[in-house]
């Protein structure tokens, strides 16, 4: 029982002052294995804030990082499962789920995570897993309105990944799961 | 003074009884362990010196008393008053030394009381047996040397009392004023703490046994008191002995001492039977007039705090004007702003403790007399240092705080007077500007809400002083109040004070500061400012509209230095704005001179972007551009979105030349362009050709060739109304193609290889992208013809290998497949491409 979160898109200090403190106190060290993080941070403080939550932290840049360094793409393997993260702002049209796809197939992935609509999205899609963890501060969003802060947490064990998304609404914190199975060890 | 009986002060008589036990004697022989009463003068005031000699000296008065005690038990043990008392008394005589520190002191005397306790408890009972109490105080009265014989009246003293054979007061007046016959400092100060000690149960107090109608409290306040005067007077006169270079190490001893004259105060502080009046009537002001006529400072000092420290708080509010009447009668020297804020943080505990006690501080004017105190004391001390003062205020600020939080005006009267003692200092040192913001800190952690702060009309004026890094520091505990407490600062008004307020941070105060601020920290403090930017808020379109525009005014005086981290914040409340107007515009038919339009606020966001140009940060604004292309976009304002569009075109155009940054921002272009459905054709053809014009110019192929076919979906919208030009989009994939095949030619020519096939791969998804969306203008023979390039060129002798491109052809050769066996339309439109 691997936990992964994937997280991303909180924009502090240009659109968000801070994660917020429900999800704060929820966010504990020592309990996750793996981070995974979209991008769009955008500064070192909450780089620092998420790498002392699991030093295992990944990393794709987003357009208004603040660290240049962040690559545009990343796999990683976790399991049984291949993950591949991007920002997403390089994937035309934004948020289109058939050109995720194609990135999806180009990394050779089971599971992309991908942002920037600040949206979250969670489903099976041609051959693999799409994974829009949102926005975990709620920011602005040219593309979508009325953003509530998201961030989302994969239980991977064996052949199963249980995506777990926490979506602050209203103040409320609420909790929603997909179940997704491979069927093999090649591809889901 | 010696009284000759017998037996009692001849030291030679001691080695004339006969002991069965021989006593071996350590050090010297028993003839020596006796200070010679002709040797050692009652009085003499000579201060030993010399730490060796000093332990050499304690040892032998300890093995001196020690010998004498044992004989003491001895006959005590057989009964023999006469032989015990002359032990004893020999025993003390140690007590009658001069060449001990006090530290040392206290540990012979020490002893000394162990053994005389020892004494108390067979006299006790010995007054059950042969002579009676009365005779026993006559009896030792005989002892040769007057010290020994008072410590021996007290402990037998002790014992009448108990007896209750006479009252107590007249015992204990008796005694109190017989150890007048010791003027010797030291010994004086332990002998009448000595006194202390044994009296301390027998005091004739409300509920005591010792209690009558002759003995009252009154009696035992009268004790108390006339033993601390005593005993004050010997600690202040230890000051003048000896001579003025050794005047330190007079001082350190008499600290050592000052418990024993405070424990006085401490006996006074626990007999229950001083209610408030006679507190107020008789204790308080004879304890403050022995204070005062001392004049001596380490007593007055020390008295005033134990005073403070002993007794109730609730004595203290009903006194405050005779204690703080006594402060300016003290002597320049004492550091009365301790003893003051002393007093001001124990009434702040009180008012603390319970609401209950609140009405009572108002009652007796608490927060006048002490402010008034204060104001003379420092009008009385003209060289207090700054943070002295500032200090003082501070304690007053916290008990203002917690006994009058409501008090808005006294608060603010306390900066003032603040503002006026730092007037005209010029720059203040590290201390006062620590005690500053810990003054100006404190009314922020009070009230939780930087809104109270700016009601005070002086908090400004004292921030005005503040040299430009304390300004930063205090700017800094303003805003992490403010993020702590969540709130959200709501009118344009409160906004520009709480910026005027901050301004350290905001801009650069002193025209010629050197760059000392480390770059990280310097952007730390930027990106609190930025959060700050985050938190001010109106749910009043016009309000905010009027906050952002003072926002606006403020960090425009930033410079470029700190633009880039103020303005970005600043545009997305704005955004933020506008798509709540935009909603509202819909309702709104009035044309009343409504300022918060879309319109209006839009021409702001772009004069603000523009002020970046100066930094410059041309990415930054670059995408900045483009988010506000979007928001007017979703107004539906086709010019103010062109405009938008424009600037960013042109600082792509001009100033952004680095290949990255370039391939970048240019698919934030396309990706926001292919979004635009405002535009109408004319806008939209002349954008999308410059976008594909730049696409195909960028430095390196294999990105000409991913943003050109990037360019395609600007020629295709899933929307209902989105342009669908299938012709356009097969134009785009075939110039990308080009630019593919280009590639791999360099690539055979510089390398010898022929390069990844990747880009192949990647247009061929992208046929199959617009195929699946049912573009006409892609066929399944284009497809297949692409499936075999890509398939010869893996095979070809002269590829390089690419694990990566293998697996993506892999999983799209899978994809199609998976499209076949859908079934139905799809997979009849699949069925026809072979794998």
Known sequence: MVLVLAIGDLHVPHRAPDLPAKFKSMLVPGKIQHIICTGNLCIKEVHDYLKSLCPSLHITRGEYDEDSRYPETKTLTIGQFKLGLCHGHQVVPWGDLDSLAMLQRQLDVDILVSGHTHQFKAYKHEAGVVINPGSATGAYSSITYDVNPSFVLMDIDGLRVVVYVYELIDGEVKVDKIDFKKTSTATI | ?835
């Open chain 2, 1 to 835: 003074m010696s009284k000759t009986k017998s037996g009692l002060s001849n030291p030679i008589q001691v080695h004339n009884y006969t002991s069965p036990v021989t006593v071996v004697y350590r050090n010297k022989p028993a003839t020596q362990n006796h200070i010679d009463p002709q040797k050692t003068k009652i009085g003499h005031t000579m201060i030993s010196d010399g730490g060796e000699d000093e332990e050499k000296w304690l040892t032998a008065g300890i093995a001196g008393l020690q010998q004498n005690a044992f004989y003491m038990h001895r006959a005590l043990d057989s009964n023999n008053i006469k032989d015990a008392l002359k032990y004893s008394a020999q025993m003390l005589s140690e007590l009658r030394t001069s060449r001990l520190s006090p530290h040392k002191y206290y540990e012979l005397y020490m002893r000394a009381f162990d053994e005389l306790r020892k004494l108390e408890i067979f006299f006790k009972e010995e007054s059950n047996r042969s002579c009676s109490i009365i005779e026993l105080y006559e009896l030792v009265q005989h002892a040769g040397n007057i010290l020994p014989r008072l410590y021996l009246l007290c402990t037998v003293g002790s014992v009448y009392i108990r007896s209750k054979e006479a009252p107590a007061k007249d015992i204990l007046k008796d005694l109190v004023e017989m150890c007048r016959g010791i003027q010797h400092p030291l010994r004086g100060l332990f002998l009448r703490s000595y006194l202390s000690q044994v009296s301390r149960d027998k005091l004739p107090d409300i509920g005591s046994e010792y209690e009558g109608d002759e003995n009252t409290v009154m009696d035992a306040v009268e004790f108390v008191l006339q033993n601390f005067t005593e005993m004050n007077k010997l600690w202040v006169r230890m000051q003048h002995q000896g001579p003025v270079r050794e005047k330190e190490k007079r001082e350190k001893e008499r600290n050592e001492l000052r418990d024993l004259v405070g424990k006085n105060l401490h006996v006074l502080g626990q007999i229950e039977g001083i209610d408030l009046e006679l507190y107020r009537d008789v204790v308080l002001p004879r304890v403050l007039e022995q204070v005062v006529n001392c004049k001596d400072d380490l007593a007055q000092y020390y008295l005033m705090d134990c005073i403070i420290q002993v007794f109730p708080d609730e004595y203290h509010l009903q006194t405050l004007e005779t204690l703080l009447g006594a402060c300016p009668q003290l002597q320049p020297s004492v550091d009365i702003k301790t003893v003051l804020s002393g007093l001001m943080e124990r009434l702040s505990n009180y008012a603390a403790s319970s609401t209950e006690v609140l009405p009572e501080f108002v009652q007796v004017e608490a927060f006048a007399k002490l402010n008034n105190a204060i104001g003379q004391v420092i009008e009385a001390q003209a060289d207090m240092p700054v943070f002295g003062a500032v200090a003082l205020y501070s304690s007053l600020l916290t008990f203002t705080l917690h006994v009058h939080p409501d008090r808005l005006d006294y608060v603010d009267q306390i900066l003032g007077a603040c503002v006026s003692k730092i007037a005209g200092k010029g720059k203040l040192e590290a201390k006062a500007t620590k005690q500053i913001v810990a003054l100006l800190s404190a009314p922020l952690e009070k009230y939780n809400d930087i809104d109270t702060a700016l009601k005070l009309s002086n908090y400004p004026l004292v921030m005005e002083y503040l040299d430009d890094r304390t300004n930063k520091v205090m700017s800094n505990v303003i805003i992490q109040s403010i993020m702590k407490n969540k709130t959200h600062i709501s009118t344009a008004d409160k906004v520009g004070a709480l910026f005027e307020l901050i301004k350290g941070l905001i801009k650069d105060l002193d025209a010629d500061n050197d760059d000392e601020m480390d770059e990280d920290d310097f952007k730390e403090e930027q990106n609190s400012v930025a959060r700050l930017i985050q938190m001010l808020y109106n749910n009043d379109p016009e309000e905010m509209l009027k906050i952002i525009c003072t926002v606006r005014k403020h960090i425009l005086t930033g410079g470029p230095k700190r633009l880039p981290f103020t303005v970005p914040p600043l545009i997305y409340n704005a955004l933020k704005l506008v798509r709540r107007v935009q909603s509202q515009d819909d309702n709104v038919s009035e044309e009343e001179t409504a300022s918060a339009t879309p319109k209006k606020i839009f021409q702001i966001l772009n004069q603000t972007i523009e002020t970046l140009s100066m930094v410059p940060v041309p990415d930054l604004a670059l995408r900045l551009y483009l988010e506000c292309a979007e928001a007017a976009n979703d107004c539906d304002l086709e010019p103010v979105a062109y405009e938008f569009f424009t600037q960013a075109y042109i600082l792509y155009e001009e100033e952004i030349s680095d290949s990255k940054a370039q391939v970048t921002a240019l698919y934030l272009i396309i990706g926001t362009l292919q979004r635009m459905h405002t535009f109408g054709v004319e806008n939209r053809d002349t954008l999308t050709h410059k976008a594909t014009g730049y696409s195909a110019k960028l430095l390196k192929k294999p990105d000409q060739c991913r943003a050109v076919y990037a360019c395609s979906h600007l020629f295709w919208v899933e929307d209902q109304d989105g342009v669908k030009d299938g012709e356009r989009v097969l134009l785009c994939l075939k110039r990308a193609l080009r630019i593919a095949n280009a590639a791999q030619q360099m690539a055979n020519v510089t390398k010898g290889s022929s390069g990844s096939v990747m880009l192949f791969i990647e247009i061929l998804n992208k046929y199959l992208y617009f195929f699946e969306k049912g573009n006409a203008q892609i066929t399944v023979a284009s497809i297949q013809g692409l499936i075999e390039l890509v398939t010869t060129e893996m095979q070809s002798d002269t590829s390089t290998s690419d694990p990566a491109a293998d697996a993506f052809f892999a999983s799209t050769i899978r994809y199609i497949q998976s499209q076949k066996d859908k079934g139905g339309a799809t997979g009849e439109k699949f069925e026809a491409i072979k794998v």
